[in-house]
């Protein structure tokens, strides 16, 4: 039994699982004692096993022990607390992996609280005691408790290192000092602490700009992945959409021609099933006439031969000719060659323009090959309004007509200075960029190249650099006098016949065909090109010769 006034090691009796006073103390075989809700935790989670286990010793038990309160000790605990007993604080709790152990315990080594420079030992709160109380220790330099103390010993000299050398940048003992190191320069390891510490100081600062420098680069990197992110979400999102539109076309497409071919074939089927029963008709009547005949002419009646024969020799006219116009077997294999064709020209342009196809992603115009308008009322399906680009026009070119009439005068034009405007040639080009189907109408007088053109078409030097038809940019009519001839590439075509004073022109850029008809009452073809257009076309006209000479891109209603 502890006497009053004796504190007792409270350590003794704690728990080692919870590290705090005995609660319902137990004691097992080996004589551990634990608290009796600890130790049964701990034996519920080893009950898959089979074999239970003091957390100390080690010593398994088989089978799990019945546990009882151990009266004895928890009546001590009970007296023990009324004296003043208490758990044991974290320092003086035993030393566990990794903890600096005090090395004065000569049982169970509890957990360091400091360790001393000069003594070189690691202390527990209890053994710790004589550096806070005896005046020789309390000098000792304590710092908090460390297992590395052996690096502050020379393993040489097996004494603490307290010196520096700096000619050799490392540290070193008294007796190193005195011996290898003699003559070298030497400072306290106090002294170079605080002259490294200011370098430190300064290298922290560098490292943490680093940082908040490598930071905003890190964020600038993730802003750049979310935008690349997002453009290419909306890219794929538009793709879907554009190649989904695509396929809905070609699906309408193709049912068009389905409907199409199946109308055809309903109406030739119907047309020839109708010609067929008529000839049928004929052919029975023909027949009853040929037996009335046979049957005549075995009459031996002469005056019934004679009165009868005038009657049924007289034969009707047929109907229709004596050979039936019947369409070859080949009558649909225009339409098959057509959308053969269509899809030649599908893959040959996906082939083409895919290495062309950017992040943004770009549509195919996909359409079956249609007719060219034969009236002037199919053209007009097709008619944009056309204006002429002020920023294109050569100085001696007057616009007018809200920009749709260019005519030559002999006063040079206050222009503003633009690098489209033409300087080599008195031509001048329109606004819009035509693609597609386009048709519109040019009336012109004196003499008059009514024409189109890429954009890139060279704005400076001799007619052959820019002139309308003198390159492969450009496909131009030349008009005069009633007459017309066609060029491009430097090459003229003659074109016979008389020209109207209006000329319509046809594009159609996806299939190539670019037409100029002479528009009067009717419309006559002047000339057809069938060629690619690799780049959208710009309408223009040059007006090469004499004052007054204009060319007006009309209103077409």
């Known amino acids: 039994m502890a006497q009053r006034g004796i504190q007792p090691d409270s350590a003794k009796f704690c728990c080692s ?94 957990k360091a609280l400091k360790s001393c420079l000069v003594c070189l030992a690691s202390y527990c709160e209890q053994h710790l005691q004589p550096h806070y109380n005896i005046a020789p220790l309390k000098k000792h330099k304590l710092v908090e408790a460390t297992v590395k103390l052996h ?101 309408k497409r193709r049912s068009d021609v389905k409907q199409q071919i199946r109308s055809q074939q309903e109406e030739e089927v119907s047309r020839a099933e109708e010609v067929q029963e008529k000839l049928k008709q004929e052919i029975a009547e023909l027949r009853r006439k040929d037996a009335e005949l046979e049957q005549l002419s075995h009459t031996q009646d002469h005056i019934h031969f004679l009165q009868n024969y005038p009657s049924l020799s007289c034969l009707s006219e047929s109907t ?78 007057s616009l007018s007509e809200e920009n749709r009439k260019a005519t030559l005068t002999a006063k040079e034009q206050s222009y503003p200075s633009h690098p489209d405007r033409f300087t080599g040639c008195w031509q001048v080009l329109s606004r819009e960029s035509l693609t597609g189907r386009c048709y519109w109408e040019v009336e012109w007088k004196g003499k008059v190249d009514i024409a189109v053109s890429y954009q890139d078409i060279s704005r400076t030097g001799s007619r052959d650099a820019c002139g309308f038809g003198f390159s492969d940019k450009s496909w131009a009519l030349v008009c005069y006098n009633k007459k017309c001839h066609y060029r491009h590439n430097n090459i003229k075509t003659k074109i016979p016949g008389r020209v109207s004073s209006r000329v319509g022109v046809y594009l ?50």
């Open 508 to 557: 159609d850029h996806r299939a190539g065909v670019l037409s100029f008809y002479s528009v009067s009452e009717t419309m006559t073809l002047l000339h057809r090109v069938q060629t690619t257009f690799t780049q959208p076309l710009h309408a223009g006209v040059w007006i090469p010769n004499y004052s007054g000479d204009s060319a007006e891109f009309c209103e077409l209603r």
């Open 17 to 110: 699982i919870c590290l705090d006073l005995l609660k319902d103390p137990v004691t097992l075989p080996c004589g551990h004692s634990y608290c009796m809700s600890c130790i049964k935790d701990c034996w519920d989670a080893e009950e898959h096993k089979g074999i239970y286990s003091c957390p100390q010793c080690r010593q398994t038990f088989t089978p799990r022990p019945v546990l009882e309160k151990s009266t004895m000790l928890a009546e001590l605990l009970e007296e023990m607390k009324t004296m003043g007993l208490q758990a044991a604080p974290p320092d003086l709790c035993y030393a566990g992996p990794g903890d600096a152990a005090c090395d004065f315990c000569t049982t169970r080594k509890r």
């Open 320 to 397: 229709h000719s004596p050979s039936i116009n019947i369409r070859p077997l080949s009558y649909f294999e225009d339409v098959t060659a057509a959308v053969s064709e269509l899809r030649d020209k599908l893959q040959e342009l996906l082939s083409e323009e895919w290495s062309k196809i950017s992040l943004t992603g770009t549509g195919v115009d996909v359409l079956l090959p249609q007719p060219e308008p034969k009236t002037r009322a199919e053209f007009l399906q097709y008619s944009c309004h056309i204006t002429l680009d002020p920023n294109t026009a050569n100085t001696q070119l």
């Open 151 to 251: 690096e502050n010993i020379c393993s040489r000299h097996d004494e603490v290192m307290k010196i520096f050398c700096r000619t050799d940048q490392q540290c070193i003992c008294s007796l190193c000092s005195m011996d290898e190191h003699e003559g070298h320069r030497k400072v306290s390891a106090a002294a170079e602490r605080t002259e490294r510490q200011e370098e430190l100081g300064l290298s922290r600062r560098k490292i943490q700009q680093r940082i908040q420098d490598t930071e905003k680069d890190v964020k600038v990197l993730q802003q750049e992945v979310e935008a690349i992110s997002r453009s290419a979400d909306k890219a794929v999102e538009d793709s879907e959409e554009i190649f989904t539109e695509l396929i809905r076309l070609l699906e």
